[in-house]
C-alpha cells in the first residue's frame, strides 16, 4: 500500500570513488564532522577499512566485524562514503512477508527512471538479515577482493531495524556500486553490518529521489598516487559487495 508520493530532486555528497576502494585506497583526509556537514542519511568506510558505516537521522554508525555497533567520533575519517538529505518521494507500507528480490522489485517498479539515483529507507521487522562487515586492515593494503575474501558474516534473526543505502545506475558503476547497496542497523544501534540478504516480515519502504551527484576527490596521498585506471571493476565489485 503506498502510503504517501510527492516528487523532489536533491544531491547525493560523496567522497572518493568504489574504484579507489577496490585498488586498496582504505585512508581518507575527510572527518565524520565534515562528512554530516552534507547530509545526514548514507554508507560508507571508515580509515583502514574498519568496518562499515550507516548515517541515519544525522548520527553516523560505526559497524564493526563483530557485528557491534557503536557512534562513530566526530574526528575520525573515511576512505569512502557517501550522504544525503533525506527526503521520501514515495512510501509505501509492506504488510507480508517479502525478501530481497521482492522488496527490490517493488522499489524497481516505482521509480521514475532507472538513470536517476534513490536514497532507499526501510524500517520493518526482518526475520533474518545476512551481514558482513570488512575488518581493519593494515598497511601495505590489499586490494579490496582480498580484503574481504573468507570474512566473517553474521546472521541477525527476528531483529527490528533498518536498511539504508541508494539505488545507483548501471553507468556509475566504479564512481559508487551500481544497483542496490544497503547497510543495516538494529533498532537498539547496538549491532549491524553490511546487508547481503534478508527476510522482512513487515515494514515501511521510503525512497528519495537524488538528481545531482557532487563528487569530492580527495587529496591524502594514496588516492593521488593509485592506479584508477584501465580495469573493468564490475566483477570485483560483485565479489566484494555481496552478489546483488
Known amino acids: 500500500m503506498v502510503l504517501a508520493h510527492r516528487r523532489a530532486g536533491t544531491e547525493l ?6 574504484n579507489a576502494l577496490l ?3 582504505y585512508d581518507g583526509d575527510l572527518t565524520i564532522a565534515e562528512l554530516l556537514e552534507h547530509g545526514d542519511f548514507g554508507l560508507g568506510t571508515f580509515n583502514h577499512l574498519d568496518g562499515e558505516m550507516v ?21 575520525e575519517q573515511t576512505p569512502f562514503a557517501a550522504v544525503t538529505r533525506f527526503h521520501a518521494d514515495s512510501v509505501v507500507a509492506v504488510d507480508d512477508p517479502m525478501g530481497w528480490a521482492d522488496v527490490t522489485g517493488r522499489i524497481d517498479s516505482m521509480i521514475d527512471s532507472v538513470n536517476l539515483m534513490y536514497a532507499i529507507r526501510i524500517d520493518g521487522v526482518f526475520g533474518t538479515v545476512s551481514t558482513r562487515t570488512v575488518k581493519e586492515q593494515a598497511a601495505p593494503y590489499p586490494p579490496l577482493v582480498e ?22 545506475p548501471d553507468y556509475d558503476q566504479g564512481i559508487s556500486v551500481a544497483g542496490y547497496h544497503l547497510h543495516f542497523l538494529a533498532d537498539d544501534h547496538a549491532r549491524g553490518g553490511h546487508a547481503l540478504d534478508f527476510q522482512m516480515r513487515h515494514g515501511v519502504i521510503r525512497i528519495g529521489t537524488i538528481s545531482d551527484l557532487h563528487l569530492r576527490i580527495p587529496r591524502a596521498a594514496g588516492f593521488l598516487d593509485a592506479q584508477l585506471s584501465g580495469t573493468d571493476s564490475s566483477e570485483q565489485i560483485r565479489r566484494t559487495e555481496g552478489g546483488h
Open 23 to 25: 585498488a586498496g585506497v
Open 13 to 18: 555528497y560523496q567522497s572518493s570513488t568504489m
Open 55 to 75: 548515517v541515519l537521522d544525522g548520527t553516523c554508525h560505526h559497524l564493526r566485524s563483530d557485528g557491534t555497533a557503536v557512534v562513530a567520533a566526530p574526528t
Open 147 to 168: 580484503a574481504t575474501a573468507g570474512q566473517a558474516q553474521m546472521q541477525f534473526t527476528d531483529i527490528a531495524g533498518t536498511l539504508a543505502g541508494f539505488r545507483m
